[in-house]
């Protein structure tokens, strides 16, 4: 039990164009769901938390209009990255949960490279 | 701004052996988690923390935490080389989420 999945895996884009990642929590409802980022061989950043039917906090530092979250079911965020550019390349994992801070299951992770 | 050390930062071990790895956090909370990630993957939980004193066991690991030292410890006993992975500790400080630096575990047979 306590799948979350991640789609795409892996997505290579033009600078300029917006890509948008799907986080699936598959076998249970996700009242809460995390975001973060990960550049290679550093430790991972949290981007935003988000609510079911609510807007998500973003954390200091991290653009609300360049990354746009979206917690639209108890099983379903969206992160859409807008206007990419190659800096925003970095490995993208979310992860769900029902019962936080007793524990949070991780996606698989999305490479996102911008070129 | 919460910051979040772990020490060392790279350890190598022979197989057999333990040790500790160390999570430093800089303000106030009594939420502490440790995580796995193997190379290119995602993370793994190991341990959710959640009270001065807490200690967890599973199979070769074992974590504690001390909110008063603001310390938690990740101690590896007879180290195997299915241990070698990338290691977390993360703090939960109410409005403030934050991993710690990683340690990089490598077990030699």
């Known amino acids: 039990g306590a799948v979350v999945s991640q789609h795409p895996s892996w997505v290579i884009c033009k600078s300029g164009t917006s890509v948008k990642i799907e986080c699936r929590s598959l076998?249970?409802?996700?009242?809460?769901m995390f975001w973060y980022r990960q550049f290679p061989k550093q430790s991972l950043m949290l981007m935003a938390t988000?609510?079911?039917?609510?807007?998500?906090?973003?954390e200091q530092g991290v653009e609300k209009d360049k990354f746009l979250i979206n917690h639209a079911s108890l099983t379903l965020s969206t992160l859409t990255v807008t206007s990419a550019h190659p800096e925003d390349s970095s490995f993208y994992i979310c992860?769900?949960?029902?019962?936080?801070?007793?524990?949070?299951?991780f996606g698989p992770g999305t490479r996102l490279t911008v070129t | 701004e919460l910051k979040v050390e772990q020490n060392p930062l790279f350890l190598s071990m022979q197989e057999g052996k333990n040790y500790t790895i160390y999570c430093n956090y800089s303000?106030?909370?009594?939420?502490l988690y440790w995580y796995r990630q193997d190379p290119g993957k995602s993370l793994e939980s190991l341990f959710v923390l959640l009270s001065n004193g807490a200690v967890k066991q599973e199979g070769r690991l074992m974590a504690s935490l001390d909110t008063k030292a603001r310390l938690s410890t990740l101690h590896i006993t007879a180290a195997v080389h299915d241990l070698s992975a990338t290691y977390f500790c993360a703090v939960d400080a109410g409005n403030q989420f934050y991993f710690g630096t990683g340690t990089s575990l490598t077990v030699i047979p």
């Open positions: 076998d249970f409802q996700a009242t809460t």
């Open positions: 988000s609510n079911e039917g609510s807007k998500a906090t973003y």
């Open positions: 992860s769900a949960s029902d019962n936080y801070p007793y524990e949070q299951y």
């Open positions: 303000t106030t909370s009594d939420r």
